[in-house]
C-alpha cells in the first residue's frame, strides 16, 4: 500500500472548481513532482494533503495517508498529524519564518507540540537537526540574520524535525539562487534517502523535476495530465500539454545574425559604493561596495546576457546603465557620450536607451491607459509626434508587438502577464532605442508565454535590429537569446566571452560552478 | 542594542531641545513684551518694571532662554506673578493628580482593548467580531468628556456609587484611586475602542503572514498560531498607537479634570490663562512635552524588545 | 460593506444639510432669550427642547453644525495642503536630509498635541475659533505627511516609476503624474478620518473655551453650559452629545465604507 494516495480528489472554492478528479501516490522513500504552469492547481493539491486549504473549500474524493482519509478526520487530529506524520517546506525562506523568534526555537517548537519534552531537550534535538541540514549556526540566531539558503535549511529542520512521514516541498528552491538550490536539492534527497520518507514536491522548473523526481505527474488546469515513472515519461510523453511544456522550457529561439560594428555602449573601470548605516553612533558612515572597477563594451548590434546570482551587482549595474544613480569612479558612455553629465542624466545619452522589467505586475500605473503608458518614453524627444501620427506610432507599436491597434484605450488590468510583458516591450521600443535593457525581463512568467515573450524578441531584432543587454539568472534563456556573456560575481565581472564557448568551456571557477548546478534539462528524443 | 538605545537618547535630547526653543518662542517672544501682556493695558509702570525684573526681560533673548532651560534642569520653574509662589512647588502638588490618572486610563484601556482586539480577531467575521467592531465604532465616536458627563449622571447622580467630583488626597490611597475612577473609565473607554481596532486589525495583518503558515504546518491550532506568534509580531504596530494615546490620555486629562473638579494641571493651566500667567503656561506646556516626548523614547526601547530585528539596527 | 458607506454617508450629509440651512433659516432666532421657556424638555414647539436661556436646542444644534463643519474643514484642508506636499517631498528624496528634515519635523508636532497647541496659542492671542482650526490643523500636518510618505515609498519601489524615470521625467513631475493618483483614494480615506477627528477635537476645544468663544455656537460650548444642569434638565447634555456622536459616527462609517469600496479596485492591480 502507497504511503500516500489521493483519489479522484475534486477540489472547488466557494463553488469554483479548482480541481477535478485528481489521483496520484506516493510511496517510502520515492520522490513524486507535481509541475506545471501558474494557476494549474499544484500547490492547492500539496495543501488539501495538510488539510490547510483556504476558507470555503468543499472536497470531495480521498486523500490517504497511511490509510487513513485526511478529508473525514477532524481538526485537531489534523493537528496531531502535521508536523508528527506530515512535514511541509515552503516557497518563500526569507518570511516563512517567524521573525520574533529564535530559529532553534522554532524547530523545537515542532518537537514539543507532539511530545512531552522539556524546553532544553527539545532545544538540543533542535540543534541535533540542525547538524543533519547542514547548519552550522548557534541556535540563538534570529531569522533575519540568516541568509535565504540558511533559512530554508531551517524550516527543512523544522519539517522534518520528528522524522515525518511524507514530506511536502512547495516550490522549495524556486525563491533560491542556482547554487544554492542544487545543495538544497541534494539534502532533500539524502533527507528522503535516510529517513525513508515519502516526497511530494511541486515545482514549475521541469529541469529540477527531471533532476530530482522518482515519478512525474503533470498537471493543466486543475487536471491531471499525465503522469508516470520519470525515465518512462520523459521518453514517452504522450499527452500534447506535456510534450508542449517541454518543448517550451527547452525552447531555442531563432536569433537573426547580426554583424558586430563598432562599439556603442563602453563602460570603464566603474565603481559604485552604496551607503550603509553607521556601525556606531559617532562612528564614521562606512559604506558598501557594489560594483569593482566593471568594464566592457556593447558593440552596435550586439546581444550580451549578464548572469550572476542576487546581491551580485546585476541590479545596481543596469540603474547605473540606465543613468538612475550615477557611479564614484568610472564612466559609461553611450556612442561616445557621457550618461551622467554633471549632476544629472544626460538626456541626449537617455533617448537611446530603454528597460524592460521584471514583474509585469508593477510595470505600470494601474491608472493609465496602454496608449498613455506606452508613449511615456516620448517625454524624451524633443517633438514628439502629436495628433493622427502619434495615433499610428501607437497602433504600430502594438502590432509590432502581436496585439491589436484597438488595446491602446484598455487598461493594463485587463491584459494578462504575457501580454503586460509585451506592452513593455511596445513601451521600450516606441522611440525606436539604441540600447534596450531587458532586466529578468521573461523571469516571472510561464514557460509557455516566456517561449512565445523570446520568439517575440528574435522578431523585432529581424524587423530591426538593436542592441541589447539581457539580465537573467536563468543561464538556459540567456543561451538562447544572446551572443555574447557576462559572468557577475560579487560586483566584478570575473568572465566575459561569446556565449557557446563560455556555457560549453567556462574558464572561471565560479562560472563552471554555476553551470553546473544549474539543473538542466535531459535531451529528449 | 546599546547602539540603538543611545541613538534614540541622541534624538530624544535633540527633540526636547527643539520642542523648548518653539514654547519658549510662542510664550516670550511672539508677545512682545510678556510683561506688559500679562498685566494688561492699565498696569503701573513700577509693576511693570517689578515683572520685567522677576521674568529677566532686561537681558538678551539667549540669556533668557539659557536662564529658563538651566532654571529647568535645576528644578527652578520660577515664580507665578498670581500665585506669588514657585511654580515647581504648584506643579509638584497637581502632577500626582494628572499623572496617576493618565497611567490609570492607560492600564484600562489597554485591559480592555487586548482582549477585545485578540478575540475580535480570531473571530473574524463571526457575529462576537462584528459585535466587537460596533461597540468600537461606537466607541471611537463618543467624546471623552461627554462621556464622563453621563458616567456622572448615571453612577454619581443616580446611583451615588461614586462622588460627582473632587479629589481627596493620597493621604488614603483607596480613596484617591475611587475618585479617579469615574475620569479613568471616561478616558478609556474611547481610547480602548482605538486600540482595539488596531490590534485587530494588526492581528489579521499577521495572521495572513507565510509563517502562521508554517506554525499550522507544525501542528499548532488556530489558536496557538494565534497567540504564539502572531500576538507578538502585532504588537509592533500597537506599541506605537500605545505611546501616542499616552499624549492623548495626558491632555485628555486636562479635560476630563474639568469635568469632576480634579486639582490637576488642568485646572492650574486653565486658571494661569485666565490670568494671563505665562510663567506658569510655559513650564506646564514644556512639561507636558516633555513626558510626551520621553514616552516615544520608552516606546521607541519597547520595539527593540519585541523585535530582535532593530536590536542589530544602529 | 456597502450599507455602512451608504447609512454614514446619509448621516453626514444629514448634517451638512442641516449646516446650509442653518444660513437661511432656523426654526428659532438663537440670539433672542426667551427666559420664561427655559429648560424646557423636548415638545412640538421645540423638538429637542430649551437650554437655560430658553433658546431653541434644534436651532443652536444647526447652528453648532455650521462652527463644528467649517473647523473641521478648514483643519483638514491645512493638513492636507500642507502635509502632503511635503510628504511626496520627503519621498522623492528619500534618505536626503531633506527627508531627514521634514520627518523630524513631523515628529517634533507630534510631541504638542492639539490641545496643547491650543493651550498655548490661546495664552498668548485669546481663545477663539480659528485657534482651534489652527490647533488642530497643525496636528493635521504631520498626519497627512507621514501617511503620504509612506504611501508615495512603496509606490517609488515599483518598477513603473522607475519606467518613468528612464523616460527622464523629473521627481517633481512623477510625484504629480504617477504618484499623486495613485495616492488619492488613501488620501480621501484618511481625510474623512480626520474629520471626525476634528469634529471631537473642536467640541473639547469649545468645551474647555479654548474654541468658539459665545455668541458662537458651538457643541462643546453647549456641553459645557448642560454641565451644572444635568440632572434638572438632562436633555441639555444629550441632545449635543448625541449630535457629536452621530456626525462622528457617520463620517467614521463613511470613512471605512469608502476604505472597503475603494481598495479592491486598487488591489485589483496588486493582484
Known sequence: MSLLEIKNLNLSIYRTPILRDVSLSVDPGQIVAITGESGSGKSLTALSVMGLTPQGTQMTGKVLLDGKDILQTSEPELCKMRGQDVGMVFQEPMTALNPVQTIGAQVAETIRMHQKTGKRAALAQAEEMFRKVGLEIPSSRYPHELSGGQRQRVVIAMAVALRPKLLIADEPTTALDVTTQARILTLLKTLVQEFQMGLLMITHDLAVVSDIADQIVVMQEGQVVEQGQTQHLLQHMSHPYTKALFAASGHQVDLPQTPVQKPLLRVSGVCRDYPIGRTSVFGARKSFRALHEVSFDLGRGERVGLVGESGCGKSTLTRAILGLEDVQEGSIALDGQPVFAGKRPNLDVRRQMQVVFQDPYSSFNPRHRVGRLITEPFHLLQAPPEGIARQQVIEQALTDVGLHPTDAGKFIHEFSGGQRQRIAIARALIIKPELVVFDEAVSALDVSVRAQVLDLLAELCRKRPFTYLFISHDLSVVRSVTDRVLVMKEGRIVEQGPTESVFTNPQHSYTQALISAAPRLPELA | ?314 | MRRNLIFGALLSVIFLLAALLSFIWTPFDIESLDIANKLKPPSGAHWLGTDHFGRDILSMIMMGARTSIAVAVVAVGIGIILGVPLGLWAAAGKGSWLDELIMRGNDLIFAFPSLVIAILITAVFGASAVNAIIAIGIFNIPVFARLSRGAALSLWERDFILAARVAGKSAFRISWEHILPNITSLMIVQGTIQFSLGILAEAALSYIGLGAQPPTASWGRMLADAQTLVSIAPHTALVPGFAIVLMVLGLNLMGDGLRDWLDPRLRVTRV
Open chain 2, 1 to 314: 542594542m546599546i547602539q540603538y538605545a543611545l541613538r534614540r537618547f541622541v534624538s530624544l535630547v535633540v527633540s526636547l531641545i527643539v520642542a523648548s526653543i518653539v514654547i519658549f518662542a510662542v510664550v516670550e517672544v511672539i508677545p512682545g513684551d510678556p510683561a506688559a501682556f500679562m498685566l494688561g493695558v492699565n498696569a503701573q509702570e513700577d509693576t511693570l518694571n517689578a515683572l520685567r525684573e522677576q521674568m529677566g526681560l532686561n537681558d538678551p533673548l539667549p540669556v533668557r532662554y539659557f536662564n529658563w532651560v538651566t532654571g529647568m534642569l535645576s528644578g527652578d520653574f520660577g515664580n507665578s506673578w498670581t500665585y506669588k509662589a514657585p511654580v515647581a512647588e504648584m506643579i509638584a502638588d497637581r502632577i500626582w493628580v494628572s499623572l496617576p490618572l493618565a497611567i490609570y486610563a492607560l492600564i484600562l484601556s489597554t485591559l480592555i482593548a487586548f482582549p477585545a482586539g485578540i478575540y475580535a480577531a480570531s473571530r473574524r467575521g463571526k457575529p462576537g467580531d462584528i459585535a466587537v467592531m460596533g461597540a468600537t465604532q461606537l466607541g471611537v465616536a463618543i467624546p471623552n468628556f461627554w462621556f464622563a458627563m453621563i458616567l456622572v449622571l448615571i453612577f454619581a447622580i443616580n446611583l451615588r456609587w461614586f462622588s460627582a467630583g473632587g479629589f481627596p488626597g493620597w493621604e488614603n490611597p483607596f480613596d484617591a484611586l475611587k475618585s479617579l475612577t469615574l475620569p479613568a473609565i471616561a478616558l478609556a473607554l474611547p481610547q480602548a475602542a482605538i486600540l482595539a481596532r488596531v490590534m485587530r486589525s494588526s492581528l489579521l495583518d499577521m495572521l495572513g503572514e507565510d509563517f502562521i503558515r508554517t506554525a499550522r504546518a507544525k501542528g499548532l491550532t488556530r489558536r496557538q498560531a494565534l497567540w504564539r506568534h502572531a500576538v507578538r509580531n502585532a504588537l509592533i504596530p500597537v506599541l506605537t498607537i500605545i505611546g501616542l494615546q499616552f499624549s492623548f490620555l495626558l491632555a485628555g486629562g486636562i479635560i476630563i479634570e474639568q469635568v469632576f473638579f480634579l486639582p490637576g494641571l488642568g485646572r492650574l493651566i486653565f486658571q494661569s490663562i485666565s490670568a494671563r500667567d505665562l510663567i506658569v503656561v510655559e513650564s506646564v506646556v514644556m512639561l507636558l512635552v516633555f513626558v510626551v516626548i520621553l514616552v516615544n523614547f520608552a516606546v521607541d526601547l519597547a520595539y527593540a524588545v519585541v523585535d530582535p530585528r532593530l536590536r542589530s539596527r544602529v
